[in-house]
């Protein structure tokens, strides 16, 4: 069965870390793009992060560059978020997604849709 899984979030102070993974079980990343997405209840949908596994280029959204990095792992099968500088705002399901690649990451981020695969999303709280 193909997967993804997120895993790492977490109640951290402001200010704090966490780093989120999103490892894909029944396949390999080499030719997707990986988005990072969160969702506050209430609220749309928004793209934070994406890696490309086919360039290794990255795009983070206005509201977490500097404080966000992506990553992935030398085998293709696991993707980082990592998440300094928190801030109370981003509090919020984090999902990621794998996105057949050939868009530029900002693209990817966009049409990531249905037809693509989720993972289940893991609670990140920033709160003192």
């Known amino acids: 069965q193909l997967q993804l899984v997120e895993s790492g979030g977490g109640l951290v102070q402001p200010g704090g870390s966490l780093r989120l993974s999103c490892a894909a079980s029944?396949?390999?990343?080499?030719?997707?793009?990986i988005g990072w997405f969160r969702q506050v209840p209430g609220k749309e949908r928004e793209g934070v992060s994406c890696?490309?596994?086919?360039?290794?280029?990255?795009y983070y959204a206005d509201s977490v560059k500097g404080r966000f990095t992506v990553s992935g792992d030398n085998a293709k099968t696991t993707v980082y978020l990592q998440m300094n500088s928190l801030k109370p705002e981003d509090t919020a399901i984090y999902y990621c997604?794998?996105?057949?690649?050939?868009?530029?990451?900002?693209?990817?981020?966009?049409?990531?849709?249905?037809?693509?695969?989720w993972g289940q999303g893991t609670q990140v709280t920033v709160s003192s």
């Open positions: 890696i490309s596994s086919r360039d290794g280029s990255t």
């Open positions: 997604a794998a996105v057949q690649d050939g868009l530029p990451c900002g693209e990817i981020l966009i049409i990531a849709g249905p037809n693509d695969y």
């Open positions: 029944g396949f390999t990343l080499d030719y997707f793009a």
